[in-house]
């Protein structure tokens, strides 16, 4: 949980696996740009510091954060990737939109996951304001692109160690 005492992109407890033999795919969604557009900025960053080829890292826009779980499903369909993170931002507003986009969201990127025993990455922030946002798209908690694709790395990783 991203509070006063952490920042999302602080790696120094966690040795991190090179991301040179992975293939990634990016999906971003294209509403809240400002901040989805930080997330992919912190996410490709991490990925390309950590040893991926930018010939690796396959990016493709989605019109939101609900269209996050197809993209998935459309990027895995092509088989050749590794993983697969999903960047998108959903901000809490006067109806209950929020909690079914954020719960729908969830629950597809983690079936298609399943669905392709592949890694697919939350990388969704569902904030109750714009700052909270802000301050966890490379503000004062770091980058939730920095975890997400941390986070990609380590499962392929772990994909291919249990694959012996």
Same mark, same amino acid.
């Given at each position: 949980?991203?509070?006063?005492?952490?920042?999302?992109?602080?790696?120094?407890?966690?040795?991190?696996?090179?991301?040179?033999?992975?293939?990634?795919?990016?999906?971003?969604?294209?509403?809240?740009?400002?901040?989805?557009?930080?997330?992919?900025?912190?996410?490709?960053?991490?990925? =390309?510091? !950590? #040893?991926?080829?930018?010939?690796? *890292?396959?990016?493709?826009?989605?019109?939101?954060?609900?269209? $996050? /779980?197809?993209?998935?499903?459309?990027?895995?369909?092509?088989?050749?990737?590794?993983?697969?993170?999903?960047?998108?931002?959903?901000?809490?507003?006067?109806?209950?939109?929020?909690?079914?986009?954020?719960?729908? =969201?969830? !629950? #597809?990127?983690?079936?298609?996951? *399943?669905?392709?025993?592949?890694?697919?990455?939350?990388?969704? $922030? /569902?904030?109750?304001?714009?700052?909270?946002?802000?301050?966890?798209?490379?503000?004062?908690?770091?980058?939730?692109?920095?975890?997400?694709?941390?986070?990609?790395?380590?499962?392929?990783?772990?994909?291919?160690?249990?694959?012996?």
């Amino acid at each position: 949980m991203a509070t006063h005492l952490k920042n999302l992109s602080d790696f120094s407890n966690t040795e991190i696996p090179s991301a040179a033999p992975y293939k990634f795919g990016i999906a971003v969604a294209e509403w809240n740009a400002e901040i989805t557009n930080a997330l992919y900025q912190g996410a490709y960053q991490s990925l =390309v510091n !950590n #040893g991926a080829l930018p010939e690796n *890292i396959f990016t493709y826009p989605v019109p939101g954060s609900f269209e $996050l /779980t197809s993209g998935a499903d459309l990027l895995l369909k092509t088989g050749n990737l590794d993983a697969v993170i999903c960047l998108g931002c959903v901000i809490q507003g006067e109806t209950r939109h929020f909690d079914f986009i954020c719960n729908a =969201v969830a !629950n #597809g990127v983690s079936n298609v996951a *399943i669905k392709y025993s592949k890694p697919v990455i939350f990388g969704v $922030l /569902t904030t109750d304001n714009q700052q909270q946002a802000i301050d966890r798209a490379g503000g004062k908690h770091g980058n939730k692109g920095d975890e997400a694709a941390i986070t990609a790395i380590k499962m392929a990783s772990l994909a291919e160690t249990l694959k012996g």
